[in-house]
């Protein structure tokens, strides 16, 4: 794949890594990462082998975010096509997070706007000491997308959730530990070996039983902060690229 390195541990059968792989550009999320992500979550899907996910980035970066300038080639056919081109970041999110296999995110680094979205949808997110988040958004001008709302709502509760996206500050992995968005924190270089010590512990367990907790607690999750209540994310983004692109006219 163009963005993405995806590999089967032979010491570990069952455990499946995929690498966010776009170091010079911080692994930042454009359309090919979106189509090779889905198309990896559709394959994981039906496969019934592999039981855990680590998802990791390469270099210094978890993921730098959506690049704004990556875009499908040609031309918005109608108002429905533009409606599709925004809502990659939607698709991506749902699928990750739909997957029945544990993800664990081994965040290795800076993760900002996109990332953190992506980040979001892991069932265990562990961060080394270094790593960084930062949702930005409001900043440029652009709603928080991708079904993120919810899933910030869920883990760190509303007031958290409003300071961090409207006021746009950076956090660091240790307040992210503080306030439940990340379960561990390890010494730098140590994050993906720690997920997959954890990988190995999840993978000796009955896997019924992981299975169904996992299903379960989602169930439980969404109705906390059901994710239809992010039902408008491709709308106010296309609204936010028009009113953006109308200041910039003015």
Known sequence: METLLVERDTDLPGLVTITLNRPEKLNAINV?????????CRELQDDIDARVVIITGAGRAFSSGAELASTRPGQPRSDLDRRYRVSAGDRTCALVEGLDQVTIGAINGLTIGGGVAIASCFDIRLAAESAW??????????????GTLPRLMRELGPARTKELVMLCDRFTS???LQWGFVNHVYPDGQVLSEARKMAARLLAKDPMSVAMTKSATNAMAQLMVPGQAAHADREQMLLAYQLRSRRQKE
């Open 174 to 176: 240790g307040e992210a």
């Open 32 to 40: 090919t990462m979106h189509d090779e992500l889905q198309q990896v």
């Open 133 to 146: 988040f930062s949702i930005p958004e409001v900043d440029v001008e652009l709603p928080l997308t991708w």
